[in-house]
């Protein structure tokens, strides 16, 4: 596709189940990103991929929190056990290579409601 | 670690009129880079304009301008003959070169309103 792709758009779950979120780069981009946006704030790093490599998962709230990217491409978000507090938009972005001139392209996110 | 702060929750400019968005940050570090990016309701987060801290010429795309001060770690985001289209959430982002590359910090964010 053009563009960083994500679904579900939106997602509902009651508290204490289990959530993927899924995130489709820009073909060919080496490095995606995770970020966590709660309601009216900014977004909040979660963790860098390069490649199949997670070489940053520093921002990673709990250890509820796993991410994966097996084949270098596709990524997905899991949320165990999810809690309220967990309630925000999850927003993937990805670029070409991991280079400071190299831009980021973001997708529109899944928002994620905690009930 | 690094902050980004701004301090103007929201601001409402006239079509055709130019308004000032204000950014500051706090960095120890003399090389890094400043971004601002535009969030419309679609939840998309797009890039509006860079500046690399070793340039001291401040970045300009067509409408868009900034007004870059170093020392005092100061990032403002001028827009000129607003557009209803530029209505959005604007964040000031800070990237550190030195760290996981790309790995942004961002303010809370601007929401700008335009009115006719």
């Known amino acids: 596709g053009a563009g960083v792709s994500q679904s579900p758009r939106y997602k509902v779950a009651k508290r204490g189940q289990d959530v993927a979120l899924r995130c489709d780069p820009i073909?060919?981009?080496?490095?995606l990103f995770w970020y966590q946006q709660a309601l009216g704030q900014g977004p909040e790093f979660l963790t860098y991929f390069q490649n199949e490599a997670q070489l940053d998962k520093s921002g990673l709230p709990s250890d509820r929190f796993f991410a994966e990217r097996p084949e270098g491409s596709v990524s997905t978000l899991k949320i165990q056990r999810t809690q309220q507090e967990d309630s925000a938009v999850y927003l993937c972005?990805?670029?070409?290579?991991?280079?400071?001139?190299?831009?980021?392209?973001f997708g529109n996110g899944t928002r994620l409601t905690v009930t | 670690a690094q902050t980004v702060t701004q301090s103007q929750p929201e601001m409402s400019v006239q079509e055709a009129e130019t308004v000032t968005l204000s950014c500051t940050y706090d960095t120890s570090e003399s090389d890094y880079y400043l971004f601002w990016y535009k969030q419309p309701p679609s939840r998309q987060m797009i890039l509006v304009i860079r500046q690399e801290a070793y340039k001291q010429q401040n970045a300009t795309e067509n409408r868009f301008s900034v007004n870059f001060q170093k020392a005092a770690k100061s990032f403002s985001l001028k827009i000129s003959d607003s557009q209803l289209g530029d209505a959005a959430m604007y964040f000031c982002?800070?990237?550190?070169?030195?760290?996981?590359?790309?790995?942004?910090?961002f303010g809370t964010g601007t929401r700008l309103q335009v009115t006719l």
């Open positions: 982002a800070y990237r550190d070169p030195t760290g996981t590359a790309s790995k942004l910090t």
């Open positions: 073909s060919g981009h080496v490095s």
């Open positions: 972005a990805s670029s070409l290579a991991g280079t400071d001139n190299s831009p980021l392209h």
